[in-house]
Nanobody
């Protein structure tokens, strides 16, 4: 059962931007720290960013200053604005709210 639904992935050139969205049921969203993780081919899944119910955000060093996580409590949605994208950002991006995972959305950064 997929409760978290991501969207917004795609292919973009280096230096470009994408915004990922994740919709969650209110019963999960309202009580959860919302997280983004990613998994590149041949690599382990890694944490990217998170935002608490109170709006405090934290980022992995690899994306700090380029990615911004936000949440819209009225829409039960969390977003990941990704700017200055690099080829090494290529991965499947997953939304996570303990213990639920989304199905993932592919982000490809390529010239």
């Amino acid at each position: 059962q997929v409760l978290l639904v991501e969207s917004g992935g795609g292919t973009v050139q280096p230096g470009g931007s994408l915004r990922l969205s994740c919709l969650a049921p209110e019963t999960i969203f309202s009580r959860s720290t919302m997280e983004w993780h990613r998994q590149a081919p041949g690599k382990q899944r890694e944490w990217v960013a998170q935002i608490t119910t109170g709006g405090s955000s934290h980022y992995a060093d690899s994306v700090k200053g380029r990615f911004t996580i936000s949440r819209d409590n009225a829409k039960n949605a969390v977003y990941l604005q990704m700017n200055s994208l690099k080829p090494e950002d290529t991965a499947v991006y997953y939304c996570y709210a303990v213990p639920w995972w989304g199905q993932g959305t592919q982000v490809t950064v390529s010239a």
